[in-house]
């Protein structure tokens, strides 16, 4: 190991699972004595946690790394790694096109960073991206937020959506069990945490995959069971989850989310296609009227339910009249928020290789129709803010008026209003809602600095 000085630094891309890994492998690095540099160029230790799910995302990480590789050869005491999808999904041919990289890493090994590292550290230049059982986390991950936390609770996919490289990059389906997930919980309300995310690709598989699982029957630990066992966390005001696969999605979870106070009316379903043709020929399990009547059903008990969801666009074979199911679906359903993609062919997926790809020019003049239609309907949204008190958990100031904080409603709205964080930090604080966009809101403090507890 080099004597001198020892800062890294990561560039995070792609979803919040990778979020969520970077943190614990910070965590490690920071056991292992390392300090956090802003600036790659100023560290001796740079990662890039990579996300490959549309070519864009990869073509960026090549990018980034190219300036790494360059400074590398200048400073061969540089450390460079690749962890996450990108690093899963090519392994030892990322080598080949950057001799430079120390390791590479897939997913499953955040974890061991530690070990690894250690490895490289003796000379070794490592790929490891074998399968394997995911270890749980000993060291404490370097959070980016004091008041919001991430807490995996499911690894990996077991679906086959035939545009998705997510099985292939993240492996098959682990569960952590109940009493990991709680115990985490437990220390993150020890820490002062007040809102937690579960986190899972397909989170409505959770569990199937831990004993007592019957072949036929219901599993045991379903995502509700496990939302009855931790509700009770104390110090834990707010509890939200994603992703959610509209295939399991439960009138019992629905349930549960009403009758649990902590567990936010705000729920992220992506429905992909508003076309039953296109659902099927992505594998995705349900149709759109199977999706409407999850929302209707959402609705019924939380009538104020945030809703939101990721669509794509130009699937191979998606004529305009199937196309133009989306746009009707968005418009009736109204949602909250609505991240788009033109569909990207990925390497080892089925619909890559199908004869019927849509060209780019369509593609982008039907993401750039979908979007005008998703702001108009997210300010519409927005409206039914307007005059109401709200919720707010305050995170962090406003970047843009010191004078101001920023958090979010219970819907997961980014509201700003003036305040002091030093006092209000972590506070539920209540907000009379003066100003709506389609994507934030501004208001007043109700009785200022003064909080409420949930419980
Ligand atoms: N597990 C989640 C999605 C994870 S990937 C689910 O099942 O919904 C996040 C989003 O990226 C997807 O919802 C999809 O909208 C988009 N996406 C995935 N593969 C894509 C591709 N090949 N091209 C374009 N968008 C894609
Ligand atoms: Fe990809 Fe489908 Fe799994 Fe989501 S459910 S991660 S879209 S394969
Ligand atoms: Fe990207 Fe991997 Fe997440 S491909 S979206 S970082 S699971």
Redesign the pocket.
């Known amino acids: 190991m080099t004597s001198s000085a020892r800062r890294y630094h990561i560039t995070t891309f792609g979803c919040q699972m990778n979020k969520a890994d970077s943190e614990r492998m910070a965590g490690i690095l920071e056991d292992l004595g390392f300090e956090w540099s802003e600036a790659a160029e100023e560290a001796d230790l740079v990662l890039y946690n990579t996300c490959t799910i549309r070519d864009n995302a990869e073509q960026k990480v090549y990018s980034y790394l190219g300036r790494q590789a360059k400074r590398k050869q200048e400073q061969p005491n540089l450390t460079l790694i690749v962890a996450g999808c990108v690093a899963q999904q090519e392994g030892e041919q990322l080598l080949r096109r950057v001799p430079e990289l120390d390791l590479v890493m897939g997913s499953q090994y955040a974890n061991c960073l530690g070990d690894l590292l250690e490895q490289v550290f003796n000379g070794a230049q490592v790929v490891a991206t074998e399968p394997i059982q995911i270890v749980e986390d000993i060291t404490k991950p370097r959070r980016g937020s004091t008041v919001t936390g991430w807490v995996n609770v499911i690894y990996g996919?077991n679906?086959?959506?035939t545009y998705?490289v997510?099985?292939g990059v993240r492996g098959v389906e682990q569960s952590r069990t109940p009493a990991a997930i709680r115990a985490e919980i437990v220390s993150l309300a020890e820490q002062g945490f007040k809102e937690i995310t579960l986190l899972g690709?397909?989170i409505d598989a959770y569990g199937r995959d831990l004993p007592g699982a019957t072949p036929e029957g219901r599993h045991q630990h379903t995502l509700t069971d496990l939302l009855y066992f931790i509700h009770d966390v104390p110090g834990i005001e707010r509890i939200r989850f994603a992703t959610s696969?509209p295939r399991y999605f439960t009138e019992r979870l629905i349930r549960a989310c009403a009758e649990l106070p902590k567990v936010c009316e705000h729920f992220h379903i992506p429905f992909q296609s508003g076309d039953n043709e296109i659902l099927k020929a992505m594998a995705r399990g349900y149709t759109q009227e199977k999706y409407r009547r999850i929302i209707h059903t959402i609705r019924s008990y939380m009538p104020d339910a945030a809703i939101s969801a990721d669509a794509i666009v130009g699937f191979p074979g998606e004529t305009e009249a199937q196309f133009a199911n989306t746009l009707q679906l968005v418009e009736e359903i109204g949602f909250d928020l609505l991240n788009t993609a033109a569909y990207s062919p990925r390497p080892g997926t089925p619909a890559a290789r199908w004869d019927n790809q849509i060209s780019e020019a369509v593609k982008s003049d039907r993401l750039q129709r979908l979007n005008h239609l998703v702001s108009q309907s997210a300010a519409a949204r927005s409206q039914r803010y307007l005059g109401r008190t709200e919720e707010v958990l305050v995170e962090d100031q406003n970047s843009k008026d010191p004078s101001q904080v920023m958090g979010r409603t219970r819907g997961n709205r980014l509201t700003f209003f003036p305040g002091d964080l030093a006092q209000l930090k972590g506070k539920l604080v209540t907000v009379k809602i003066t100003q709506v966009r389609p994507f934030s809101l501004t208001g007043e403090p109700m009785v200022a600095a003064t909080t409420h507890q949930l419980n």
């Open positions: 996919c679906e086959r959506c998705c997510v099985p690709q397909n696969h």
